[in-house]
């Protein structure tokens, strides 16, 4: 079974940048799409960012663009979330999720595989 794997989040202060790390325990990048997604407390889970199988990267909210930027590096099965200039705002647990059937960017409840998630928490 597919199994993904985040890591990097941590405290950081506001204004500062962090990435964070998505890896794939059986990652065909010409098959996949991987989505960044966050859940802060009491809130819904939102989308953030995914790349596609091609390469192509989508957003899935406004806010996101200028401060959010998503890579793929293929040799090491990875997918990362770069954040810049952080907010309080964005403290929540980030997850990476895997799109198997088309490996097109989607809607949230259309991921086949999620991963446990990590930690980010914004405070000075």
């Known amino acids: 079974q597919l199994q993904l794997v985040e890591s990097g989040g941590g405290l950081v202060q506001p204004g500062g940048s962090l990435r964070l790390s998505c890896v794939v325990s059986?990652?065909?990048?010409?098959?996949?799409?991987i989505g960044w997604f966050r859940q802060a407390p009491g809130k819904e889970r939102e989308g953030i960012i995914c790349i596609d199988r091609t390469g192509d990267f989508r957003f899935y909210e406004d806010f996101v663009q200028g401060r959010f930027t998503i890579s793929r590096d293929v040799a090491n099965n990875a997918v990362y979330l770069q954040i810049f200039n952080v907010k309080t705002d964005d403290t929540a647990v980030y997850y990476c999720?895997?799109?198997?059937?088309?490996?097109?960017?989607?809607?949230?409840?259309?991921?086949?595989?999620w991963g446990q998630g990590t930690q980010v928490t914004v405070a000075s």
């Open positions: 999720a895997a799109e198997l059937r088309t490996g097109a960017c989607t809607t949230r409840g259309r991921y086949h595989y």
């Open positions: 059986e990652f065909i990048m010409a098959d996949y799409a």
